[in-house]
């Protein structure tokens, strides 16, 4: 008798610790208590354009960085690895494309000699994303950053004077390079809670990264690939 009522009072002292661990770790995570989220996001991508290539294709056409801002989609997976801290999965889509005209030449009648640049980007990130305040907030400002690989595809195609050639003419081409850039990223938003698992977010997100030119670019020196993302997005706790 004496030991089936030690196993009984063992056995309501587990429980009972069981119950205040559970509440203990419920109330430290608030009522929105969720795990993971996945963000879905849509905006623009605004390019630095700077380095070698941006900036003699800026000199000898009629362009500017501007001209070069596109649509941008994303999206991202965070898991809560300690409180308000999680890391952080996700990529991001950008394309844009301009028509080019020399500055300084033109045809034999007069017309501008043109070609069109495209540039896109897939970027895959990987960091931390630390929330300023709880889930159940009604304003979430939040901080993050990471490393980042950028995969780009330059192309050029349209109307181009061949220099070497005397007299000098007008040929049509195209010309592309694809590769790998490596680099950082930094990011800043604010989230508004909708409900238990729903909430919108507005963000800014800062990359950096450089690539050397190579295939029909050889030679042309580093591609710039770092710019500015603003976004508005939605995300699902779970």
Same mark, same amino acid.
């Given at each position: 008798?004496?030991?089936?009522?030690?196993?009984?009072?063992?056995?309501?002292?587990?429980?009972?610790?069981?119950?205040?661990?559970?509440?203990?770790?419920?109330?430290?995570?608030?009522?929105?208590?969720?795990?993971?989220?996945?963000?879905?996001?849509? /905006?623009?991508? @605004?390019?630095?354009?700077?380095?070698?290539?941006?900036? !003699?294709? &800026?000199? +000898? =056409?009629? %362009? *500017?960085? $501007?001209?070069?801002?596109?649509?941008?989609?994303?999206?991202?997976?965070?898991?809560?690895?300690?409180?308000?801290?999680?890391?952080?999965?996700?990529?991001?889509?950008?394309?844009?494309?301009?028509?080019?005209?020399?500055?300084?030449?033109?045809?034999?009648?007069?017309?501008?000699?043109?070609?069109?640049?495209?540039?896109?980007?897939?970027?895959?990130?990987?960091?931390?994303?630390?929330?300023?305040?709880?889930?159940?907030?009604?304003?979430?400002?939040?901080?993050? /950053?990471?490393? @980042?690989?950028?995969?780009?595809?330059?192309?050029?195609? !349209?109307? &181009?004077? +061949? =220099?070497? %050639? *005397?007299? $000098?003419?007008?040929?049509?081409?195209?010309?592309?390079?694809?590769?790998?850039?490596?680099?950082?990223?930094?990011?800043?938003?604010?989230?508004?809670?909708?409900?238990?698992?729903?909430?919108?977010?507005?963000?800014?997100?800062?990359?950096?990264?450089?690539?050397?030119?190579?295939?029909?670019?050889?030679?042309?020196?580093?591609?710039?690939?770092?710019?500015?993302?603003?976004?508005?997005?939605?995300?699902?706790?779970?």
């Amino acid at each position: 008798m004496q030991l089936r009522t030690s196993n009984r009072l063992l056995g309501s002292a587990a429980v009972a610790l069981a119950l205040l661990t559970t509440t203990a770790v419920e109330a430290q995570r608030g009522p929105y208590g969720a795990e993971n989220e996945l963000r879905l996001r849509a /905006g623009v991508f @605004t390019p630095r354009a700077g380095g070698d290539y941006w900036n !003699g294709s &800026f000199n +000898d =056409f009629t %362009a *500017s960085s $501007r001209d070069f801002q596109g649509g941008a989609i994303g999206v991202d997976y965070m898991h809560e690895i300690a409180p308000l801290l999680n890391i952080m999965v996700g990529g991001s889509v950008y394309y844009a494309d301009h028509d080019l005209a020399y500055r300084d030449f033109e045809d034999q009648n007069g017309h501008s000699i043109i070609h069109t640049t495209r540039i896109s980007t897939s970027s895959f990130d990987l960091g931390l994303v630390l929330k300023l305040a709880p889930n159940h907030s009604p304003i979430i400002p939040y901080i993050g /950053g990471g490393g @980042t690989a950028v995969h780009y595809q330059l192309e050029e195609e !349209g109307d &181009f004077v +061949d =220099f070497g %050639a *005397s007299p $000098r003419r007008i040929f049509r081409d195209r010309f592309r390079s694809d590769d790998f850039a490596y680099g950082w990223f930094a990011l800043a938003g604010v989230e508004v809670p909708l409900g238990r698992n729903v909430s919108i977010y507005a963000e800014g997100r800062y990359q950096d990264a450089h690539a050397d030119l190579r295939d029909d670019f050889q030679g042309f020196g580093r591609l710039d690939l770092a710019g500015t993302y603003a976004t508005f997005g939605a995300a699902w706790r779970f």
